[in-house]
């Protein structure tokens, strides 16, 4: 009989599962195993081993059927009394089975911590020695009663004597750790703590091998599980560490389908048989167990190759399928070579074609761009003559409508004649005009000058001034001024002798017309008869010079003061001034009557404003 520790410098390596995998492996080639979980802290090993049912089985186990009820004997009555329980998991894989019943030594009750041991410390508060004599005694009990071939024992991870000294104690240890040097150094200092115990007991395990699982160093060979170059790094550095032979280091590639099977409680070599975790596995336990305690009889060699060659066959036949899915790979690949080959031809042929189309399109749009700029030409063109043709039509109706427009101003203006007299007639005895003048005021109102507004342009056509004087003696002169134009405001009809102004020019209006003519020059011999005198409009138009005494006795007119302006704008209506104005201090005459009579046509189209002069 061998006992077997595995031990590892922390917790998490995967060490529960390779315990596991070896009962299991020994188990089915016909070995008789006793599995047991000295982990009372994780109850690893116990939880895998009972299965997804597991709690329905743990009312089962009595304290004699677990690690922490022995030790607790053993403190009390110093007697190793234990009772390994078989566990069932001999359904198919597919339920959750292994196909075989382990025989086993759990780590409590409280694995679900529904039970008092749950509450109690993982392992019994023991000194050193007394745990150590208790492991003595339970190991040597074993090998007395050689019961088993071979007992797996789970320790604890990390350096405490429930660790140390169990490895110790044991035939053999495996040391199962990750490839890194965290464990690399952790790992160093467990084996020398083993050392130390064993030799404090003076027991000589055997280290038989370290397990590098979760390898991840995978050279090229891997894919042919070749192993031999699967973390040699890692593994060259524990020879020189550790009393090994390259070959006793024993690399594990990290696999998820092997994860996976361990979540679920379900054994790899049922789960994932063709896994590369499988491989490495039943190859490192099959060179650490090359060397035995004791013989194996022919059924046993027979039923451990049963299992090496199925998950051998597994390997096969899952390589033949990753060759043959290289080989359909590799198929597909050149499928889509030679097709991206034909895409590439077709697409150069579809560039061409391409370029083909906008060549044939440019040569239709030059085409016709060359039709749309003849068209476009000819529309200028079009649009030019019809631009010309409205242009011509539109003068025409311009000059048409102008035509009309004058014609109707014309007409407009023309035919609106306002003709308006105004006379005053003094009252007797006449005005006697001595030596000075008479001022003679005439305003002609608004509602006098019909169709001219207060602010309308007008045109003088016709003036007429008649002047009645009887002379006081044979020989006058007399000078008659008139002024035309708009009046100031305040302005008064009526007539007014003004002696005070000095000359005629005095009297003149703002914005007026000036004319004056003579009425004799004092030698010619005027009747006692009353006589006027006539301005005609066409004398006011121009410059005249008359030679003095015309026959019958008519005045001489000279003097013209400027050409008379017939246009004029009002603003309160048409006013007048005459002035008559005695040149000779010594001769009188009287100023019977005096009128004047105004014709003007209104040259702007505005009514008139119908208002009253102040």
Not at 436 to 457: D, K, L, P
Not at 594 to 608: E, P, T
């Amino acid at each position: 009989m061998e006992i077997i520790a595995f031990a590892s410098g922390k917790g998490g390596t995967g060490k529960t599962l390779m315990v596991s995998c070896l009962g299991y492996l020994l188990v089915q080639a016909g070995h008789r195993v006793l599995m047991v979980d000295a982990d009372p802290a994780t109850d690893g090993l116990s939880l895998f081993l009972l299965g997804p049912k597991g709690i329905h089985q743990i009312s089962d186990f009595q304290p004699n059927n677990t690690f922490t009820g022995v030790l607790r004997e053993f403190q009390n009555s110093k007697q190793v009394l234990f009772t390994p329980r078989k566990i069932n998991r001999s359904g198919p894989d597919s339920h959750g089975g292994h196909g075989l019943t382990y025989e086993a030594i759990i780590s409590g009750r409280g694995l679900y911590g529904d039970e008092a041991d749950s509450l109690a410390l993982a392992v019994p508060d023991l000194d050193q020695n007394t745990f150590q004599t208790g492991i003595s005694a339970f190991f040597r009990s074993l090998r007395e009663n050689v019961q088993y071939d071979y007992v797996l024992v789970d320790t604890r991870g990390g350096f405490a004597f429930e660790s140390t000294d169990v490895c110790a104690l044991a035939d053999s240890f495996i040391v199962v750790t990750e490839p890194d040097f965290t464990s690399f150094y952790q790992d160093r200092n467990l084996v020398k703590r083993i050392s130390a115990a064993s030799q404090r007991l003076s027991s000589r395990p055997l280290l038989r091998s370290i397990i590098v699982n979760k390898a991840t160093d995978l050279e090229l060979g891997v894919e042919r599980m070749d192993l031999r170059r699967v973390e040699t790094s890692f593994r060259l550095e524990l020879t020189k560490e550790f009393p090994l032979k390259f070959e006793d280091t024993h690399p594990v590639p990290v696999d998820v389908e092997a994860l996976k099977a361990y979540k679920t409680q379900r054994i790899p070599y049922l789960a994932a048989p063709a896994s590369i975790f499988s491989f490495a596995t039943v190859s490192a336990f099959s060179d650490i167990l090359h060397v035995v305690t004791a013989l194996w009889t022919e059924s046993q060699v027979n039923g451990w190759n049963a299992v090496v060659n199925s998950i051998s066959q597994a390997v096969d036949n899952r390589n033949k399928q990753i060759i043959e899915n290289q080989t359909l790979h590799a198929k597909k690949e050149e499928e889509i070579v030679n097709i991206r080959r034909e895409n590439v031809l077709l697409r150069d042929r579809a560039d061409q074609l391409e370029r083909e189309v906008k060549r044939t399109d440019r040569l239709v749009l030059d085409e016709g761009t060359r039709s749309e700029l003849r068209l476009k030409e000819l529309s200028v063109a079009s649009r030019k003559y019809r631009v010309i043709m409205a242009s011509i039509i539109s003068l025409l109706f311009s000059v048409v409508m102008l035509s009309v427009y004058m014609i109707l101003k014309y007409k407009a203006n023309a035919g609106v004649e306002s003709r308006f007299q105004s006379e005053f007639q003094f009252s007797q005895p006449p005005f006697n005009v001595a030596a000075g003048r008479g001022v003679y005021n005439f305003g002609f109102t608004s509602q006098e000058i019909a169709n001219v507004n207060e602010n309308g342009t007008v045109q003088i056509k016709d003036l007429t001034v008649t002047v009645l004087i009887k002379p006081h003696s044979p020989h006058i002169s007399c000078d008659i001024w008139v002024f035309l134009g708009p009046a100031p405001l305040g302005f008064q009809r009526g007539a007014v002798k003004q002696e005070e102004y000095p000359s005629p020019s005095d009297l003149r209006l703002p914005g007026s017309t000036q004319v004056r003519f003579v009425v004799g020059d004092g030698s010619n011999l005027i009747s006692n008869n009353y006589r006027s005198f006539t301005i005609p409009l066409d004398h006011l138009t121009a410059s005249y010079d008359f030679d003095r005494g015309q026959a019958e006795g008519f005045p001489t007119i000279q003097n013209l003061k400027g050409a008379f302006n017939p246009t004029m704008k009002l603003s309160r209506g048409l006013y007048a001034q005459i002035l008559v104005w005695n040149g000779d201090q010594t001769v009188n005459f009287d100023v019977v009557e005096v009128s004047l009579n105004v014709s003007a046509v209104r040259i702007n189209s505005q009514a008139l404003s119908e208002r009253s002069l102040p």
